[in-house]
């Protein structure tokens, strides 16, 4: 076989490989678009479901819900943002299975078996903090924002008449439909990401690459990491930002608290195969061995009285042994 034979047959599995990875993506991209298309034919009952919070924060204060568009493409613009988030979702299940059937033949069947609850967990854990911040965190944004409004006696924007006699200024909201939506968006993923850190970290935990002792030990960084990170993925609202701080730090403890459960599970299976060692297990292993590698003492030659000569001779001289070698 020559040089050119041997190269071909070694890189045939990686085109292989290659290939189906194209075949699997192709496939995604097109389960994306239907789901895309789906939800784009339902955007307004999907618009008017994400406009809840913001409804029930103004009917609550005698307003009216009206949000307005501020340029002509902006309608356009949020069908499609609304059919984008909503074909992801609804396709997610799909891309999923995809990325799982290209990943799990080269997996032995003790790692499919510890990788496959990840994968249902990422999805319930995500959707689950999305529906936190949905229904806790979006409302709450909100009534907070809303408060900053200011309402004159007679509700008039402009003052009619005479200066003197006119009623205050109202400044009251009148939100565009876009940056509401981008806005709550913003709330839905960032909720719904920081929520997949149980999911990640115990995955990480199993696989070796993290211990419940060493999280525990930068605690201190995850707490400034997490202030970090609420900072930027909420507004510069105070709420918002402790509600985030204290649901990932949560998150972040129970993680601590999942990857210890590994460790212990991966110990008690190492203990029953026979290969797990302690630490002071190891210790007396090596002093036992040690203790065995020293001459033992002859206890014949213990009591000789020849012995006990020798050694006297040695104490009174301790350079005879030299002098002999000089000679």
């Known amino acids: 076989m020559s040089p050119t034979d041997e190269i071909e047959d070694s890189s045939a599995p990686l085109i292989e490989h290659l ?7 192709i496939k995604s991209v097109v389960g994306f678009l239907i789901g895309m298309i789906i939800c784009f034919s339902v955007a307004t009952p999907i618009f008017n479901f994400l406009t809840a919070p913001l409804c029930d924060v103004l009917s609550s204060r005698g307003q009216d819900c009206d949000l307005i568009f501020i340029s002509p493409q902006e309608g356009f613009f949020v069908a499609i943002k609304v059919s984008l988030l909503g074909g992801f979702i609804l396709a ?77 200024l109202s400044v009251v909201f009148q939100g565009s439909a876009q940056e509401y939506l981008n806005l709550t968006i913003k709330f839905i993923v960032a909720f719904g990401l920081c929520f997949q850190l149980p999911v990640l970290l115990t995955l990480m935990g199993k696989a070796g690459l993290v211990s419940s002792q060493g999280l525990g030990n930068v605690r201190k960084y995850a707490v400034v990491g997490i202030l970090v990170l609420a900072a930027l993925v909420t507004p510069p609202d105070v709420i918002t930002q402790v ?40 210790e007396a292993d090596m002093d036992e061995a040690e203790a065995a590698s020293e001459p033992a003492e002859d206890p014949l030659l213990k009591d000789d009285p020849l012995m006990d000569e020798f050694d006297e001779d040695d104490d009174e001289d301790p350079g005879m042994v030299n002098r002999g070698e000089d000679k």
């Open 243 to 282: 509600i985030l701080f204290v649901v990932v730090y949560g998150l972040y403890e129970i993680s601590i608290f999942l990857v210890r459960r590994v460790e212990k599970k991966r110990e008690e299976q190492l203990r029953e195969e026979g290969l797990w060692f302690d630490e002071d297990e190891d």
């Open 92 to 168: 997610f299940p799909y891309i999923a299975n995809q990325m799982w059937r290209f990943v799990a033949p080269g997996l032995y069947k003790s790692e499919k078996g510890a990788f496959l609850p990840f994968l249902i967990a990422s999805p319930f854990m995500f959707f689950l903090g999305a529906a936190f911040a949905f229904y806790v965190v979006t409302p709450l944004a909100y009534d907070f924002f809303l408060g900053f409004q200011q309402f004159g006696s007679g509700g008039e924007a402009l003052p009619d008449g005479d200066p003197q006699n006119a009623a205050p």
């Open 19 to 25: 290939t189906e990875l194209r075949t699997r993506l």
